[in-house]
Nanobody, 124 residues
Framework: QVQLVESGGGLVQAGGSLKLSCAAS????????MGWFRQAPGSEREFVAGIDMKGLNRFYADSVKGRFTISRDNSKNTMYLQMNNLKAEDTAVYYC?????????????????WGQGTQVTVSS
């Protein structure tokens, strides 16, 4: 199993920045593609960004492209999400997830392991 713990959420004004972290333990972190998802109240969980095992390929949801950056440090067993120019519509619980594949995908059901989530609130 892989245990995932998110951190870095909080309250920020619109236009501000936050950096989320996802610390992994258990099985070898570098054997998993990773993703960030979010879920707002009353909405389904949605894909935000994904990164492959080695961190060479990244892709984003259109809603965050150009504002968010996903990265990972396999030596630290940690993934990150740098969020800039935050908007009120980015308010949600953010989850990190791991899938046993080289390339990340955008489907919720593709991921085997999930963190508990961290709240991001953007005030307008």
């Amino acid at each position: 199993q892989v245990q995932l713990v998110e951190s870095g959420g909080g309250l920020v004004q619109a236009g501000g920045s936050l950096k989320l972290s996802c610390a992994a333990s258990g099985r070898t972190f570098s054997n998993y593609a990773m993703g960030w998802f979010r879920q707002a109240p009353g909405s389904e969980r949605e894909f935000v960004a994904g990164i492959d095992m080695k961190g060479l390929n990244r892709f984003y949801a259109d809603s965050v492209k150009g504002r968010f950056t996903i990265s990972r440090d396999n030596s630290k067993n940690t993934m990150y999400l740098q969020m800039n120019n935050l908007k009120a519509e980015d308010t949600a619980v953010y989850y990190c997830a791991a899938q046993p594949a080289y390339y990340a995908s955008s489907g919720v059901s593709d991921y085997d392991y999930w963190g508990q989530g961290t709240q991001v609130t953007v005030s307008s």
